[in-house]
């Protein structure tokens, strides 16, 4: 059997040797793999080119779905804020993180302007009106027409996975 923890982290040494960020991710599904990536930031200068983010677009892609239910998904690392929602909407089954950010954090360290890991959880639950990220809110009628025009294509269901 495959381990795909001991994968994850050769994918991720890989990447470090090749002047990537220590991250990878491996996705399986029926004992094979439909996604892996490691991070990429460094070498696309696309700050969302995480390694979940990569091989979540891959397996999706691979298998022609938005969901990946049945599937396992192995981090090496816990999963940053983008990650996190990534993989909530994604739907897996499992993800297995083989670090945390207290571990690695004596060789790796990864805050921003406005946040910072450790944080983040905490700024992320305020409203949006008290975040350290300036955000203001310009209503329109014309942009929620969108989705009343979205709902109406879709025979009146607010979900996109009903019809």
């Known amino acids: 059997m495959t381990d ?17 960020r220590p991250f990878a991710t491996v996705i399986v599904r029926d004992g094979e793999v439909i996604g892996e990536s490691g991070n990429q930031v460094a070498q696309t200068n696309d700050p969302t080119a995480h390694a979940e983010i990569l091989a979540i677009r891959e397996a999706c892609t691979r298998l022609g779905t938005e969901q990946l239910t049945g599937a396992t998904i192995y981090v090496l690392a816990h999963p940053c804020p983008m990650c996190l929602g990534a993989l909530y909407y994604c739907s897996p089954d499992e993800v297995v993180f083989l670090t945390t950010r207290e571990e690695y954090e004596p060789h790796y360290v990864d805050d921003r302007k406005y946040f910072e890991l450790s944080t983040f959880y905490a700024e992320f639950a305020k409203s949006w009106e008290d975040r350290r990220l300036p955000m203001r809110h310009d209503s329109r009628d014309e942009a929620l027409e969108v989705y009343a025009l979205w709902q109406e294509r879709n025979g009146g269901s607010r979900r996109p996975d009903s019809h």
Do not use: S, Y
């Open 4 to 20: 795909f923890a001991q994968r994850t982290i050769d994918l991720a040494r890989r990447n470090v040797e090749d002047g990537g």
